[in-house]
């Protein structure tokens, strides 16, 4: 256990009494099933971490299998954290600290749907309390982070998927199919690119307020660094993106479900050089992300990028004219160029080079379902499809691009030691440094 949650821990001694006094029963994963619901022993004890509209979606999405039982609830928003309790209010107890959701003997995973300055913090804490864990994206902000939680979960054994359902899709199926058939040749450049148009005033301003009644201000920074509350930035997944010291923009945002497809269909390490140029040109807000950013990851053989915007929606071959989010995935190879998004996936084939533009034939099986593989995972302790030892290659670039925009200059790293190469500027801002009491579990990298 790391030393951050040993003192944290401490003073929740007897907080976690009374809890474990006041909470509903609910029969352990250990006892027998009685009647014709799945056996005890069989049923996924579940606990939440944040119930925004996300985490709202991945609980619904596990509770509605009979073998899940919700038993703990968990949001420093008294507001949100009670209306999810009151749907399980047969099995499920409350908690406005996490720290005391961990410490439950009859919570045996977790969804961790926070705002995502909390998400390294929290999934080594959960893992370190035995817990398997779902973890909404982007997984770190940090490029020592990335790494922590990877180590952490596989030290401490336990199952994880990161939440790019996405990857769960048929169509990122088929792309990943015509990819490794070698049928459009060797792919040399893959871009990738996510964008909008916020308009000039972006997200807007928030009145100057204190932190309304039923909202643990205090809780809600945790390990992010002390301010005053912002109504934006505490209301959802899409107002804290223009935040950066609290989610790091919109290329955490958006780019793990993006670059997970050529991530996945080529196989990719991670990078060993990214750069990373952009500046907040356009929007003018309460936000302090760039609006613009430009990432060239370099690979062994091959180049990958990725463009930002949120002051223009042009979508090259996937939409123009009317302002809307747009993305996109170009492989381009020597026999063909494949473009696809979340449902598209187009060929464009080099004149008479392409010998055989037929699909490929289906290879891939059919996913359950984002969270129900991770459910199954559980309970068969075979990691799944988006599981850290993976999802750490989608995560760990997008990590260094922001350390890369930071820095204003270029950032080696070596995959074999896993470290920064020749800047020991870069190495030292690739951990975060914690607002007090919270400590980096250094141990883990």
């Excluded at 804490?125 to 973890?135: F, T």
């Excluded at 809600?220 to 609290?246: I, K, T």
């Excluded at 747009?326 to 381009?332: E, M, T």
């Amino acid at each position: 256990m790391s030393e951050s949650l040993k003192s944290s821990r401490r003073g929740f001694l007897r907080t976690t009494a009374a809890v474990a006094v006041a909470a509903p029963y609910v029969v352990p994963a250990a006892a027998l099933g009685q009647g014709d619901k799945p056996a005890a022993s069989e049923r996924i004890s579940l606990g939440i971490i944040g119930v925004g509209g996300m985490g709202r979606g991945n609980l619904g999405n596990c509770a509605a299998h009979p073998d899940v039982v919700v038993t703990a609830v968990c949001d420093v928003q008294a507001k949100r954290r009670d209306a999810v309790v009151e749907q399980h209010k047969a099995t499920a107890k409350g908690h406005a600290d996490y720290r005391e959701l961990l410490a439950r003997k009859d919570v045996d995973a977790v969804i961790i749907a926070t705002p995502p300055h909390w998400h390294a913090l929290m999934a080594i804490h959960a893992v370190e309390a035995g817990k398997d864990i779902y973890l909404q994206k982007p997984m770190t902000l940090y490029p020592d982070e990335t790494l922590a939680v990877r180590n952490a979960v596989n030290r401490h054994k336990r199952i994880s998927q990161i939440g790019t359902q996405v990857h769960a899709s048929p169509n990122y199926r088929r792309v990943v199919e015509w990819i490794r058939s070698g049928k459009l040749g060797p792919v040399s450049v893959v871009r990738t690119f996510n964008v909008m148009n916020q308009g000039r005033d972006g997200i807007g301003h928030a009145p100057k307020e204190p932190a309304p009644e039923g909202i643990d201000w205090n809780l809600w920074l945790g390990p992010g660094p002390e301010r005053p509350y912002n109504a934006l930035l505490a209301a959802d997944a899409y107002q804290h993106c223009s935040f950066w010291d609290y989610s790091g923009g919109w290329t955490p945002g958006m780019a793990p479900h993006i670059i997970d497809l050529p991530v996945w269909a080529l196989d990719l390490g991670v990078p060993t050089v990214t750069s990373c140029s952009g500046g907040r040109y356009t929007i003018d807000d309460d936000g302090d992300v760039p609006d613009t950013q430009e990432v060239l990851w370099q690979y062994p053989g091959r180049t990958m990028t990725w463009m930002m915007s949120m002051s223009n929606s042009f979508g090259f071959d996937f939409g123009r004219g009317t302002p809307a989010r747009r993305l996109g995935i170009y492989f381009h190879a020597l026999n063909g160029t494949l473009y696809a998004d979340y449902g598209k996936c187009e060929i464009v084939p080099e004149g008479k080079m392409l010998a055989d533009a037929a699909a490929p034939p289906v290879s891939i099986p059919p996913s359950p379902g984002h969270e129900r593989e991770w459910l199954d995972s559980i309970k068969s302790r075979k990691e799944p499809s988006c599981g850290v030892n993976y999802h750490y290659k989608v995560d760990l670039p997008l990590t260094l691009a922001n350390l890369s925009y930071k820095l204003g200059r270029s950032v080696r790293f070596d995959p074999k030691s896993e470290k920064i190469v020749g800047d020991p500027e870069a190495a030292k801002l690739a951990r975060p440094t914690y607002r007090d009491p919270w400590k980096f579990p250094a141990e883990y990298v």
